[in-house]
């Protein structure tokens, strides 16, 4: 069973910065595909950025690329979200979820941090 993390959220201006953590544990975080997902109030659950297992990879959301940054620590089971020039619209909870096979999307999930962009 993998448990996740988040850590990192908090109040910030329009223009800030912020980095979220998820520390993964319970399973081996190597072979996991890692993402962020957020949901702002009264919207669906909408992805953000993804990870492959050992980083080559990453995906994002139209909405963030070239602010938002995904990165992960294996050795230290650790995925992170770098957010730059945050916008009001970044407000949300967002969520850090694994991908372990041989499911076919993520089917593990923190409980969220929220990040709250003042305008």
């Known amino acids: 069973q993998v448990q996740l993390v988040e850590s990192g959220g908090g109040l910030v201006q329009t223009g800030g910065s912020l980095r979220l953590s998820c520390a993964a544990s319970?399973?081996?975080?190597?072979?996991?595909?890692m993402a962020w997902f957020r949901q702002a109030p009264g919207k669906e659950r909408e992805f953000v950025a993804s990870?492959?297992?050992?980083?080559?990879?990453?995906t994002y959301a139209d909405s963030v690329r070239g602010r938002f940054s995904i990165s992960r620590d294996n050795a230290k089971n650790t995925v992170y979200l770098q957010m730059n020039n945050l916008k009001p619209e970044d407000t949300a909870v967002y969520y850090c979820a694994a991908r372990t096979a041989p499911s076919t999307s993520f089917n593990y999930w923190g409980q969220g941090t929220q990040v709250t962009v003042s305008s």
């Open positions: 990870i492959t297992r050992r980083g080559a990879i990453t």
């Open positions: 319970g399973g081996t975080f190597s072979s996991q595909s």
